[in-house]
């Protein structure tokens, strides 16, 4: 896809820009253009992202140089990395009843490693082990929104690790999006835009 057909298609969307923890140094910097890229040719586009370290980083740092408004992240508690949050708009999962969003739920227990965690997790018997659910959760919201106010994504975006792909949240985040029909692309495609 061509950024001109990207940018005809999406004008309005809501995007999500996320990805790996771990970029190649020489990513970092095109991360951050392409989020600047977005963010100057959609100005009516949300641009969506989870509020880690590495990808998500960078594309909030691009976007954010341009209007830090259209950006909105969906963090896994309150008060995570606010010191790197340059959003807009943030929705921090502790503020999420989890209880009325059984879509949320079923698709964060497809992620196997955390799947008997997030049961815990919405009982409140949160410890050491079972945030590790809250950010599978927030990887799901990411895409489906929530039944209280939060929309779906129309399209996203991942950096992936092109030798070992479709792994941890990033992996878990895309079955979530090929699961509900909601087109993605990665590197592949986005890094010739530039």
Same mark, same amino acid.
């Given at each position: 896809?061509?950024?001109?057909?990207?940018? &005809?298609?999406?004008?309005?969307?809501?995007?999500?820009?996320?990805?790996?923890?771990?970029?190649?140094?020489?990513?970092?910097?095109?991360?951050?253009?392409?989020?600047?890229?977005?963010?100057?040719?959609?100005?009516?586009?949300?641009?969506?992202?989870?509020?880690?370290?590495?990808?998500?980083?960078?594309?909030?740092?691009?976007?954010?140089?341009?209007?830090?408004?259209?950006?909105?992240?969906?963090?896994?508690?309150?008060?995570?990395?606010?010191?790197?949050?340059?959003?807009?708009?943030?929705?921090?999962? =502790?503020?999420?009843?989890?209880?009325?969003?059984?879509?949320?739920?079923?698709?964060?227990?497809?992620?196997?490693?955390? &799947?008997?965690?997030? =049961?815990?997790?919405?009982?409140?018997?949160? =410890?050491?082990?079972?945030?590790?659910?809250?950010?599978?959760?927030?990887?799901?919201?990411?895409?489906?929104?929530?039944?209280?106010?939060?929309?779906?994504?129309?399209?996203?975006?991942?950096?992936? =690790?092109?030798?070992?792909?479709?792994?941890?949240?990033?992996?878990?985040?895309?079955?979530?999006?090929?699961?509900?029909?909601?087109?993605?692309?990665?590197?592949?495609?986005?890094?010739?835009?530039?």
């Amino acid at each position: 896809m061509t950024f001109d057909n990207f940018c &005809k298609s999406y004008a309005n969307a809501i995007i999500l820009l996320e990805g790996k923890r771990n970029v190649k140094p020489e990513d970092e910097a095109k991360l951050i253009v392409i989020g600047k890229l977005l963010a100057t040719h959609l100005t009516n586009a949300t641009f969506r992202s989870g509020n880690a370290d590495g990808s998500d980083y960078y594309f909030s740092q691009g976007v954010a140089q341009v209007n830090s408004k259209q950006l909105e992240v969906i963090t896994p508690y309150y008060n995570h990395r606010t010191k790197y949050n340059v959003a807009g708009i943030t929705h921090s999962l =502790d503020t999420i009843n989890l209880v009325n969003e059984p879509e949320i739920v079923y698709y964060s227990k497809n992620h196997k490693p955390t &799947k008997t965690l997030v =049961d815990k997790y919405i009982s409140g018997n949160i =410890d050491k082990y079972a945030i590790k659910a809250a950010y599978i959760l927030r990887d799901t919201i990411k895409v489906l929104g929530t039944n209280a106010g939060i929309p779906p994504i129309t399209v996203a975006l991942f950096y992936e =690790d092109l030798e070992n792909p479709m792994q941890g949240g990033t992996g878990h985040t895309q079955r979530v999006c090929l699961e509900n029909n909601i087109p993605f692309l990665n590197q592949t495609t986005f890094f010739k835009w530039l």
